[in-house]
């Protein structure tokens, strides 16, 4: 759809400049525009969904154009219609500009929020699971077949999740 071309919104100053941080966290060195491609690509992938947070947002100033592609354009039109009536109620957003304004800043609070239920980890963490491929290498490779570490360690890594998962179902008294 990128062919199509691009139509401009109307931001307020420190809405632009709200979302242009934003974008320096989560996709440093990149444009506003380029990383809300990467986010509408990420929400219709299902890798999160857009959530209304409590925001507080100043509409005052002049507004300020911003060139999107025109695919975003109508991902924000397309959303607009659907969640009108509540981004009306909760932030008072009357029209379509101040309803983009606030939809994309849910939208980076709801990225913000994603991340923090992921995991971090450096590749020092993984020197145990190291050390147990030179341990288990022979019984792994006779047992599944398994000649590579990555294979042994998607293995691995299941087979403790599976048991971390009974123990929560054991102490809480689930059925397994």
Do not use: C
């Not at 959530?51 to 397309?78: C, P, Q």
């Not at 939208?107 to 913000?112: A, D, I, L, N, P």
């Not at 599944?144 to 008294?173: H, M, P, Q, S, W």
Request: glycine share 4%; net charge positive; proline share 2%.
């Amino acid at each position: 759809m990128p062919s199509r071309g691009y139509e401009t919104i109307g931001l307020k100053p420190a809405i632009l400049q709200r979302l242009q941080t934003a974008t320096d966290e989560h996709y440093p060195g990149m444009f506003l525009p380029s990383a809300l491609i990467m986010m509408m690509n990420e929400i219709k992938r299902g890798q999160y969904s857009v959530e209304m947070h409590n925001l507080k947002i100043d509409f005052a100033g002049r507004y300020s154009s911003l060139t999107l592609r025109s695919d975003v354009k109508e991902w924000l039109v397309e959303n607009h219609k659907s969640l009108k009536e509540e981004y009306s109620q909760r932030y008072r957003a009357d029209s379509f500009t101040k309803f983009a304004s606030v939809f994309m800043i849910n939208v980076f609070e709801s990225k913000s929020t994603s991340r923090d239920y992921v995991i971090r980890l450096k590749e020092a963490d993984f020197r145990w699971l190291e050390e147990e491929y030179q341990k288990r290498r022979q019984e792994y490779k006779s047992q599944f077949g398994i000649y590579n570490f990555e294979r042994f360690a998607d293995l691995f890594l299941k087979d403790l999740f599976n048991r971390v998962n009974a123990a929560k179902r054991i102490l809480t008294y689930e059925e397994i």
